[in-house]
């Protein structure tokens, strides 16, 4: 077997079953200034005014046609995974019981991805949404690319050499990840062998800089593997590819972009790599059965001054008016950090000067030859993260991780309370709560049946993720799924889907509370 396969094997071959899912280079990225604004089709003031005015009579807007039951269930667990964590002596030793995710898509095809993957050459699980604008390509590389470099970051000096030498004498190597992938979850097969190739030369450099018996920081290696990916990404679009497919290929890539944000869980030992606007949640259980929501992550937005006055800083004072405007970078991007989107980072020679050379198709797509306005002093874009850290406790009962069409929709206190009855069905002795509304007699007779009949229907989802995205996308006003409004969500033609709401990832994993008192000294960070 060729080095290439065996260090990288693990990637599923499987077509891709579902539209939904289809490869990312069949996608056109949008074209002109609208396609980084805000990152979809539709309008944000106006998504911003109606999610928070939610109410049966926004059904009447989305048209008639009724999902059945079993229909609306084939949609929302079409892209549904879930893995579990193998027990030992009959006794789970990881402080990860396992993890359940789900993918709803709005774009067509989703610009989401997700990735999932245990560490084989080192410790702990690493898991990952990616949330893609102008296009998939970007989150399509990330989901491939960002766990190798994190793993071959965190490889021991020593580990580097063995690595390196196998390859060199051409022995087989040892996969470093073991992935854990839905079947629909997308491959470009074309494009590892570039893959390998710069992997390649980043380990080498490591060897160079690093000693025997060196052993890196978590944290340390989750920065140089975000910034090392980015910094690969802008040089392969600069170099090209004497294939023509994978010169257009890497040039996608580059031209749009991603979010990305990533957990590394080793024992109690929970880092969270972000850089842009999906986010990381912890629920956390209290003694009387309650869940409250403790969050991992800093949106990278408009909404965080500190992410503002850093780009401020980093730029001259007469473009503090221009290098923010609208709650946006330059006007058109709303994630303030992500992968990709060098037409934020490259001066306007390179950028002319890598088109010029490129593809055909490129000419054809108004995107990417669009110069954002008041564009002065780039770089303005960075994908380098920022790393939280969080050591474990048997309090801590399960993380989510989303991209932002889930927290658009949805509270991370409601994310976290829905989560926690789904797994402990301490709903039932919950109080009924209609949030302040005034509700005539029917109305709360109508409730309190739907939440007698709530368990059973609690039953339909055998996934957390699934259930957390039928109430994001079904939730009435009350908190409580109506189905007419998901059937009608769900049934939403491709052209005003987007409209309402964006891609829906979410990775939730839950955490075993009773290997924590005996771990490890905590990690340096």
Request: proline share 6%.
């Amino acid at each position: 077997m060729p080095v290439t396969s065996q260090l990288l094997r693990g990637f599923p071959r499987a077509k891709v079953l579902a539209s939904s899912l289809l490869p990312c280079q069949q996608h056109q990225a949008q074209s002109g200034p609208a396609a980084h604004r805000p990152r979809s089709g539709r309008p944000s003031r106006m998504w911003q005014g109606h999610q928070h005015s939610r109410s049966y009579r926004t059904t009447t807007v989305l048209g008639s046609y009724i999902l059945t039951p079993p229909q609306v269930n084939s949609i929302l667990k079409a892209n549904e995974y879930s893995f579990k964590v193998p027990e030992f002596d009959g006794k789970n030793v990881s402080s990860v019981m396992g993890f359940e995710s789900n993918q709803l898509p709005a774009n067509a095809p989703i610009e989401d991805r997700r990735s999932a993957a245990t560490c084989l050459q080192t410790r702990g699980m690493l898991l990952g949404v990616f949330d893609g604008h102008a296009g998939c390509a970007c989150a399509q590389a990330l989901s491939e690319r960002l766990f190798y470099y994190i793993a071959v970051s965190m490889l021991p000096h020593n580990t580097l050499c063995e690595l390196e030498a196998a390859v060199e004498a051409g022995r087989p190597l040892s996969p470093i990840l073991q992935w854990h992938k839905h079947p629909n979850d997308y491959f470009s097969k074309e494009a590892q062998t570039l893959y390998f190739n710069s992997l390649r030369t980043y380990w080498q450099e490591l060897i160079d800089l690093t000693s025997p018996g060196d052993i890196p920081e978590t944290r340390e290696a989750l920065l140089n593997a975000f910034k090392r990916l980015d910094s690969d990404i802008s040089l392969e679009a600069q170099v090209g590819d004497p294939n023509a497919y994978l010169h257009y290929w890497v040039l996608r890539v580059a031209f749009s972009g991603a979010t990305a944000c990533v957990a590394h869980i080793d024992g109690s030992d929970l880092f969270i790599a972000n850089s842009g606007d999906a986010r990381a949640v912890l629920g956390v259980q209290a003694e009387d059965g309650s869940f409250s929501a403790h969050t991992l992550s800093n949106d990278h937005s408009a909404q965080n001054e500190e992410e503002v006055a850093r780009i401020r800083a980093e730029h001259p004072p007469s473009e503090r008016k221009t290098v923010i405007r609208q709650d946006r970078l330059l006007g058109l991007l709303m994630p303030l950090r992500a992968f990709g989107d060098v037409k934020f980072k490259w001066s306007i020679e390179l950028q002319k000067g890598v088109l010029e050379s490129g593809p055909d198709q490129l000419h054809e797509n108004e995107h990417t030859k669009f110069i954002p306005p008041n564009y002065h002093t780039p770089p303005y874009l960075t994908a380098e993260p920022e790393i939280t850290y969080h050591k474990l406790r048997p309090q801590d009962r399960f993380m989510v991780i989303g991209s932002d069409g889930l927290w658009e929709t949805l509270h991370r206190q409601e994310v976290v309370r829905i989560v926690g009855e789904y797994l402990t069905g301490v709903h039932l002795r919950q109080p009924l709560k209609v949030g302040g509304y005034k509700v005539t007699l029917g109305q709360m007779q109508g409730l309190l049946e739907e939440r007698k009949a709530r368990i059973s229907s609690a039953f339909e989802d055998q996934n957390s993720a699934t259930h957390l995205i039928r109430h994001a996308v079904g939730n009435n006003e009350f908190g409580t799924v109506d189905h007419e409004r998901l059937s009608k969500m769900l049934s939403l033609p491709e052209e005003l889907a987007r409209m309402y709401r964006d891609d829906i990832t979410i990775i939730i994993s839950q955490f075993n509370p009773h290997v924590f008192g005996a771990q490890r000294p905590e990690a340096q960070c």
